[in-house]
């Protein structure tokens, strides 16, 4: 097939969202041949959505030596690769200070230095980023946007007749401002007006940015979440609980896991200070390998057979080692994705040697926290209504004691309110369940200088405090609907 008739059908491929079908395309279109700076994008860009992350640096690599136009875009989404999938942020800073370099006034690489340097700890050097960002010229104001979102959660307001409370508000109700920025930019708002006890502000804020999230995702489908969990059940019954895969010689894997905002990234950072812990982050291998191997899941997990679980853990597992380098030299990792507690019964049956951390806090707490962050409607499409997150949550549950009675001794709960109360004791638990010997260091997590990459980033470099545990009480009267529902459900959140 002549050049000219590949480029279409591997265009034609990313069109439609077949990822693997235009790597196939694009992979024979440049073999043996120098191929177009533009061909090397795509290419790199189809690698991106596949998982294959180093092929794809490569391949904007190619880009670059052969001269793609806007070069500063290429550094930046080769940035994204090295900190999103790959944990090399000091590569990623340097990625996005060339594009800068190129081109001082790219505001997504700004944006996206700031964001690099906030989830390393670096806050001061993030406010600059932000504030240069503001500077930009007017077709950059969405940007500017984000930025004053990012500014409010690093300089808080400290009164409640601060103008930058007004600014924030104002902005938020620009006409046909864009729903995600709207979203963040009230979130912010809820979350300051919170810090400074004004709550029922806050609640109105929280429900005004949530109003605005809803419109950007698709929407929760309370039916289908029932089936689903229905599916998962039916799927993994106890007489299916024994491992399919023999255990191996590398660093075993622990998932920490549960719902959204219930401390599964104040486990990790703990995890972290420990000498024989290497952190993961929140991985997407898992999902990824479910969706390549078992594109029916849950269903087709009935039939999972000894040798397509060899093939999903090996390659799990070889992941594992190019994204965590020296992973080899400590006994376990992490991989810290709260929705993996919808795998449990395959992590079961592939990693033999695999604990599963399940992080909870009080339930009103839980809803609260996610009623008061903008979550990635892909990721937890519930999180824009209270009610909708109560469903989810009276599942969620449900889910749970399934995989405790189906796997007994696989899983450890670690409750945030306990941890706040009594650290040292929970953490010794913790370690003692992952077989792993006491480590005063996991006391100063705050002190770690690991990179976070969620809403946390701030929380877990101070030391444990208990303002966080309770809030729910604050907003009592706003969250009676949703107490009720828990009720009805036989969960008492008192």
């Known amino acids: ?44 860009y189809a690698l991106r959505q596949v998982g294959e992350f180093t092929r794809a640096l490569d391949a904007y690599g190619k880009a670059l030596e052969r001269g793609a136009d806007q070069p500063e875009e290429i550094h930046l989404n080769r940035a994204a690769i090295l900190s999103a999938e790959l944990q090399r942020d000091e590569e990623a800073r340097e990625e996005l200070r060339t594009a800068l370099f190129l081109n001082p006034e790219y505001a997504p690489a700004l944006l996206n230095l700031g964001n690099l340097l906030e989830e390393t700890g670096k806050r001061d050097e993030a406010v600059k980023c932000y504030r240069r960002l503001q500077t930009l010229a007017s077709d950059e104001r969405s940007l500017a946007l984000e930025a004053l979102a990012r500014l409010a959660h690093l300089q808080p307001p400290d009164s409640a007749d601060d103008p930058r409370l007004d600014e924030l508000e104002r902005t938020a109700r620009t ?165 993996n507690f919808l795998f449990i019964g395959l992590i079961c049956r592939l990693f033999p040697d695999a604990r599963i951390v399940h992080t909870c806090r009080h339930p009103l707490d839980t809803a609260l926290s996610i009623f008061m962050h903008h979550l990635d409607a892909r990721a937890a499409p519930y999180a824009n209504d209270l009610a909708d997150i109560g469903h989810y949550y009276v599942h969620y549950r449900r889910l749970m004691h399934h995989w405790k009675t189906v796997f007994p001794g696989r899983i450890r709960d670690v409750d945030y309110d306990r941890l706040v109360d009594d650290p040292e004791g929970e953490i010794g638990g913790l370690l003692e369940f992952l077989g792993l010997p006491w480590d005063a260091a996991c006391l100063a997590f705050h002190r770690q200088r690991t990179t976070v990459r969620t809403a946390s980033y701030w929380q877990v470099r101070q030391p444990l405090y208990r303002s966080a545990s309770g809030r729910w009480h604050h907003y009592r009267q706003h969250l009676e609907p949703l107490r009720d529902q828990l009720l009805a459900a036989g969960i008492d959140p008192e």
């Open 1 to 44: 097939m002549q050049q000219s008739a590949l480029r279409q059908q591997a265009v034609g491929w990313l069109a439609r969202g077949d990822w693997r079908r235009a790597v196939e395309v694009y992979r024979e279109l440049l073999a043996g041949q120098s191929g177009q700076p533009d061909d090397w994008y795509n290419y790199a």
């Open 175 to 339: 006409p046909g401002i864009d729903s995600v920025l709207c979203a963040n930019l009230f979130l912010a708002l809820a979350r300051n007006l919170d810090r400074l006890a004004l709550h029922d502000r806050a609640f109105e804020a929280m429900t005004a940015g949530k109003r605005a999230a809803a419109k950007t995702g698709e929407s929760y489908r309370p039916q289908r979440q029932e089936r689903f969990t229905d599916a998962l059940i039916t799927a993994f019954p106890a007489s299916s609980s024994a491992p399919l895969v023999a255990p191996g010689e590398e660093a075993s894997p622990v998932f920490i896991c549960g719902m959204f905002r219930s401390g599964s990234t104040l486990i990790e950072q703990v995890l972290s200070a420990h000498g024989e812990v290497v952190t993961g982050g929140e991985l997407d291998l898992l999902p990824r390998l479910v969706a390549r191997h078992l594109p029916a899941f849950p269903e087709a997990a009935r039939a999972l057979d000894v040798s397509t679980a060899e093939r999903i853990a090996r390659d799990y597992l070889d992941e594992v080692s190019i994204r965590l380098p020296g992973v080899a030299q400590r006994r376990v990792f992490t991989d810290k994705r709260p929705p």
